[in-house]
RNA sequence: GCCCCCAUGGUGUAACGGUUAGCACGCGAGCCUUUCACGCUCGAAGCGGGAGUUCGACUCUCCCUGGGGGUACCA
């Protein structure tokens, strides 16, 4: 199996292409196959350098790698020539420099079922023959055959009168040369298809065998976009996600294996066959990526969450925090805000200071916890939840009446991890400082 | 307009002619509980519509409707 993942470097790697590599990815690591990656430059305004180093950038985040060198299509500008000089000498193309407008002409006089036939002229962009007879055929492993009436079909232009080549004529070309068996690609390609079947009956040569993806759409069920929230693999790293999650979230919308949710990686890649692909397009349902990274989150242990946490947040000595704070974050994104306040001091909330702190009593059970703190034997949450649970039995009240006010005093706000935990890790003298700072003097 | 693809709860999916239509996210209620989470229990919620075929259709066929893609001398 030789497959290859062919993005155009028009911007940054959406998720759509993002599970296009992933699929052929698995395909490929899976089941001992090889997997190319090419890159679709041919459209010189749009394929900047910055633009291919975010693809680069966004396969090397999700851990898909490829084999070789990637291909630069616009690199093989000289091999297209030279199977294009072939078509034309063979016939199977030829010059014409019908318009846009002629063509709708042709459809208006003919029909708009009619496929468009041009005429041989001396100069003008390279169109080939569609031809007439046999329908043309796409073999796909996902939807069966869809079949393709020849005269529905304009004789398609494959290279422009500059001699430079066009997309459908390139990748057929790339295709072939590369050996590719297998092409894994979104349906928007499909209805293009025929048209590069035509490229290969004209070479004379097999088509690969093909399967068409379904299109992935945000959650308003209409194309992603930046307004969909994270759309892009770069925007999911941003966002918090971790990179096995996505790979297994992403590997979920137009596939599934029986009622297993969660997936590993190499049980992806064990599991995953291209006839169990969905044919219906799926919506990004960014909910169910949060609750998946959330499984992912939990499952790593607390030196490998804090080694995460520390590149995600440019800081140090995140272990503990890490620790404390692991159960209760989704994405790595959810950390500073819960555990920040232990690093850069209690966060400035009003609302919670008014509810909790300035309620009658409040000063008093506060300036008993610091003492009982104070006095505490030994600083370990155990060490911890003894004092406070003392000061919770001498008052009479219940747990949470000694506890929030603690929490507001080192945290700032009323969310935090437990108490105790947190507490423990802010170390005796800090906790008594920033009670003291709500005591007042 | 023309060509093509698709259609199970809000979302992702399972069922491959006979099931009380399963699972997961989300949502609601409850339990747990120091906040928030986690976890557990329970619950609401679905086969787009119409004709066929068949003893029997979510499953097969056709039509309609709805969504999507293509229709460039873009990729």
Do not use: C
Not at 72 to 84: D, T
Not at 270 to 276: A, H, S
Not at 351 to 374: F, T
Request: charged share 30%.
């Amino acid at each position: 199996m030789r497959l290859r993942f062919a993005p155009s470097p028009t911007g940054a790697l959406h998720i759509g292409g993002a599970r296009t590599a992933l699929y052929n990815w698995l395909l490929a690591r899976g089941g001992g196959g090889e997997l190319l990656l090419r890159i679709e430059d041919t459209d010189r305004e749009r394929s900047t350098p910055e633009n291919v180093e975010q693809i680069f950038d966004a396969l090397r985040w999700l851990g898909l790698d490829w084999d070789g060198d990637p291909v630069f299509q616009s690199r093989r500008a000289p091999r297209h020539a030279e199977v294009l000089a072939r078509l034309l000498d063979s016939g199977r193309a030829y010059h014409s420099n019908a318009t846009a407008q002629d063509v709708r002409a042709f459809k208006d006089r003919h029909g708009s079922d009619k496929g468009f036939r041009g005429e041989p002229e001396p100069g003008g962009a390279v169109r080939l023959h569609a031809g007439e007879g046999e329908p043309l055929r796409v073999a796909d492993v996902i939807r069966g055959e869809t079949v393709f009436a020849r005269e529905h079909m304009d004789d398609p232009v494959i290279a422009r009168a500059d001699g430079s080549v066009l997309y459908n004529f390139a990748v057929a070309v790339d295709d072939l040369d590369a050996g590719i068996t297998h092409v894994v690609r979104g349906e928007d390609h499909l209805s293009n298809t025929p048209k590069q079947l035509l490229v290969f009956e004209a070479l004379g040569a097999q088509a690969p065998v093909y399967a068409h993806l379904p299109l992935l759409h945000g959650p308003d069920g209409k194309k992603l976009s930046k307004r969909h929230g994270a759309a892009s693999v770069q925007e999911l790293r941003d966002a918090g996600y971790l990179p096995e999650a996505v790979r297994n979230y992403l590997a979920l919308l137009g596939w599934g294996h029986g009622d297993d949710t969660k997936l590993s990686t190499d049980e992806l890649q064990r599991l995953f066959r291209l006839e169990d692909v969905s044919r219906n397009p799926a919506r990004f349902d960014e909910q169910k990526l949060r609750w998946l990274n959330g499984l992912y989150v939990r499952e790593l242990s607390p030196r490998e969450l804090a080694a995460r946490l520390e590149e995600f947040t440019g800081r140090a000595n995140l272990l503990e925090a890490a620790r404390i704070s692991q159960e209760k974050i989704q994405t790595l994104a959810d950390f500073w805000p819960l555990s920040g306040f232990l690093f850069d001091g209690p966060r400035d909330d009003p609302q919670a200071r008014e509810r909790v702190l300035e309620r009658n009593g409040a000063h008093d059970v506060l300036a008993q916890a610091r003492e009982a703190l104070a006095a505490a034997e030994g600083f370990d949450p155990d060490a911890v939840e003894a004092a406070l649970r003392a000061v919770v039995e001498a008052r009479g009240v219940k747990p949470k009446d000694v506890f929030q006010p603690v929490r507001v005093a080192i945290a700032g706000t009323t969310v935090s991890p437990g108490i105790f935990e947190s507490v423990a890790t802010l170390g005796r003298a800090e906790t008594l400082r920033r009670i003291d700072a709500v005591l007042g003097p």
